[in-house]
């Protein structure tokens, strides 16, 4: 008789962004919490389970940080839809808890107070009360609670502090079931001045002024907002940055690669020669392996992110690239999700949400796969590696390094001209006002950084994953079927379907200096682009690409491709749309098939004419 | 004590420019052609001022005021960017903003001495 269920109630998360509403979700749920996709948009949803003390089950929503019910971007329409309870396939929240830095009140009594007209019951979290402390604010909680007419908790997230009197908050709301009527509508100009002017009149009677405010993060942004250091740091940044993805994460990589290697020779020696030996080592386990292998930088390039954004620098970051990136028609903000692009573009274009206005997010989108992803780096290795002299110039400049960075450059100023174009020639607009707020610096929390960095791993799997593990079998299908005929004696995959298409395309890619072997890698290539590597080495039948592999189809492409055919072959690639991915994902953010068409389609074009003005001006050198 | 201006009822503010100057010490200036280091106070926020942009005048107007650029408000350039001193961060009072120069020029400010 005691084992009477407790009704579930739904709570959800609203508050400015950086009040450390993620850090709060974090102490509430726990581990147990689910990052899934909103039906219809594409906007992340993120939900946790708490049990109360007295076993009661809370669904907590983390909602999209916002300043204001009136949505401005895709995020915070999802915010105002879920608060109002008119989100497609979502239940209205039983309570909300609006999350506040304790240290920075004002505009989120603002938020308080537009909420409080939506009539659903609310309790204000001061969340950074420490910080709060340290710095000397006082804040009269009972004045405050009387007077917004809501219970206030003080909580410190990352501490864990608070967190039990949130829950019973939270839930003795639920029990008393005191709605009102929605009275919100979007205010005027004039109702957020008056509620301006009514959440000053609340800070004037109820919170008294740091007496030790931080300066800290003046003096830090003195240094990081300077217009000469800060940009020379930024740039040290991104330098480390990037080595690190590129040497921390190859170690790893080998550990994958070599792992699912001897898995494939492990199940080599129990399972006969045959088509199922040929299924599960080459088409399964390459399959999951390549999917695997990126892991290591994905995870190091957002070990970075997360890290910049939960210090507060990422903001600064973005101030100092703003005109750079609005030269190029382009929102400060674009700079996340194209930085992002350099470990893969699927990440990227899914961080584009953070742009507000539809078309420069769209042009993001349309540019993000030209920054230089890391599944071009295997493909760009090894024809440099074949192709590219191994020697310095000047004495200190490495050549095979030299032509690395070009290609880089290349992709990097292209991503710029295209933006600029599309803004500018075919919406025919400005750019987004650049508005946003500088948060105070803050030590970042371990806890929450491995959290939300197991997150995007998870993300990364389960998206990407889906997509690449059924090409890669599609693709081993392609070039294994239809065999080779008996007494055969060139490469089986000369026969397959993927022969015959790399065959019938031939003539078309002539002109750009491929030759039949390439246009055949071009086909599994659009799994992902790394994947024309293994393909290069099923054409010249050098088997597996790994280690000594990989040294054969060098020393092959070496005799074999003149250096303009290798030249045109990465031209090709800093461009093509090579990656179904990508288009996958395009189609997924935009839902529509109308702009990974338009991808595809321009991509395509500019490596068509790339490959082909590289290659004609090469053999014109006399490298043909 | 400090922050004794209170928020000024936008009906009497808004509808002209120049008399609100007049009533007070100091010259009233744009933010967007405000010195670095001089802090002052918020006298308007109009969307018409910044001209035409991807945003009509209301809803510039709107997102400033949801950023805390509200009439009484206190405000001073911080940093400026490299090129074309642009964007510009400035303190608001007790939280620090990033915008460009151009939205800027919807926000009108009071500087205590016309003196640098």
């Known amino acids: 008789m005691t084992a009477t269920v407790l009704q579930p109630a739904r709570i959800a998360l609203v508050g400015n962004p950086n009040s450390g509403k993620t850090a709060l979700f974090n102490a509430l749920t726990g581990s147990r919490q689910k990052v899934a996709n909103y039906a219809g948009v594409t906007v992340e949803r993120k939900e946790g389970l708490v049990t109360t003390a007295g076993g009661r089950v809370l669904h907590v929503l983390d909602l999209p940080g916002t300043y204001s019910l009136r949505a401005r971007s895709p995020d915070e329409a999802v915010t105002r839809d879920a608060v109002l309870g008119r989100l497609a396939g979502e239940h209205e929240p039983d309570v909300l808890i609006a999350v506040a830095d304790a240290t920075n009140l004002r505009l989120v009594l603002r938020l308080v107070l537009e909420l409080k007209q939506v009539g659903r019951p609310f309790v204000l979290a001061l969340n950074m009360f420490d910080i709060a402390q340290r710095q000397g604010l006082r804040i009269d909680l009972e004045g405050l609670s009387r007077e917004l007419g809501a219970p206030v908790v003080t909580t410190v997230a990352t501490r864990k502090r608070g967190i039990e009197d949130l829950v019973a908050a939270a839930e003795a709301l639920f029990v008393a079931h005191a709605e009102k009527a929605n009275i919100w509508r979007e205010p005027t100009a004039a109702e957020i001045r008056a509620a301006h002017g009514q959440a000053q009149q609340i800070m004037r009677s109820y919170v008294r002024p740091a007496e030790r405010p931080d300066t800290l993060t003046g003096k830090l942004d003195g240094v990081l907002l300077h217009p000469v250091a800060g940009l020379l740091i930024l740039l040290a940044l991104l330098f480390v940055m990037f080595q690190a993805v590129f040497t921390w994460a190859t170690p790893a990589a080998d550990l994958i690669n070599d792992g699912f290697g001897a898995l494939g020779g492990l199940i080599g020696q129990i399972v006969p020669e045959g088509l199922l030996r040929s299924f599960l080592t080459d088409g399964l386990i390459a399959g999951v392996g390549g999917v695997l292998v990126f892991l290591p930088q994905i995870l190091i390039l957002f070990f970075f992110i997360i890290l910049l954004e939960d210090t507060g620098y990422m903001a ?17 903000r674009a700079f996340l999700p194209l930085l992002s692009s350099f470990a893969c573009a699927i990440p990227g274009i899914m961080a584009t949400r953070v742009i507000d206005q539809k078309r420069d997010r769209l042009t993001t989108i349309l540019v993000a796969p030209l920054m230089t992803c890391s599944a071009r780096i295997p493909v760009y290795t090894l024809i440099i590696g074949a192709l590219i002299p191994q020697r310095n110039i000047w004495g200190v400049i490495n050549l095979q390094g030299l032509v690395m960075f070009g290609l880089y450059a290349a992709g990097i100023l292209s991503t710029l001209i295209v933006s600029a174009v599309i803004q500018r020639l075919f919406w025919r607009t400005g750019s987004e006002p650049f508005m946003m707020e500088l948060p105070a610096y803050k030590v970042p929390d371990a806890g929450l950084v491995a959290r939300q960095l197991w997150q995007r791993a998870m993300i990364f799997m389960s998206r990407a994953g889906r997509i690449i593990l059924p090409m890669m079998v599609l693709v081993w299908a392609l070039a294994v079927f239809p065999g080779p005929p008996p007494g055969a004696t060139g490469p089986a995959i000369d026969y397959s379907f993927a022969g015959m298409i790399g065959h019938a395309i031939q003539p078309v890619l002539a002109p750009i200096g491929f030759n039949w072997q390439m246009s055949v890698a071009l086909i599994p290539g659009m799994a992902a682009r790394e994947v024309a590597v293994a393909t290069l080495g099923t054409v010249y039948a050098v088997g597996d690409v790994e280690g000594a592999g990989l040294s054969a189809l060098q020393g092959l492409l070496h005799a074999q491709w003149s250096l303009a055919t290798g030249l045109s072959f990465l031209a090709w690639y800093i461009f093509a749309p090579q990656c179904v991915a990508t288009l996958g994902v395009v189609k997924r953010e935009t839902n529509s098939w109308l702009w990974p068409a338009v991808m595809f389609g321009y991509m395509i074009t500019l490596a068509y004419l790339a490959s082909f003005a590289t290659f004609q001006a090469a053999r014109a050198l006399g490298w043909g | 004590m400090s922050e004794v201006l209170l928020s000024i009822d936008p009906a009497v503010e808004a509808p002209s420019a120049a008399p609100s100057a007049a009533s007070a010490t100091g010259v009233v200036q744009p933010l967007s052609q405000a010195v670095r280091g001089r802090p002052g106070v918020i006298v308007r926020v109009a969307g018409d001022l910044a001209g035409q942009g991807v945003l009509d ?45 151009r939205e800027a020029r919807a926000v009108e400010v009071r500087f205590e001495d016309s003196a640098v």
């Not at chain 2, 209301?58 to 074309?84: D, K």
């Open chain 1, 316 to 332: 600064r970051a973005a101030f100092l690239m703003d005109k750079l990136m609005g030269k190029a028609g382009l929102h400060g």
């Open chain 2, 57 to 101: 005048a209301g809803e510039l107007e709107r997102r400033l005021l949801e950023l805390g650029f509200v009439e009484g408000a206190r405000v001073e350039i911080l940093h400026e960017g490299l090129f074309g001193r642009d964007p510009i961060a400035v303190r608001l009072d007790d939280m620090r903003v990033a915008l460009r120069r």
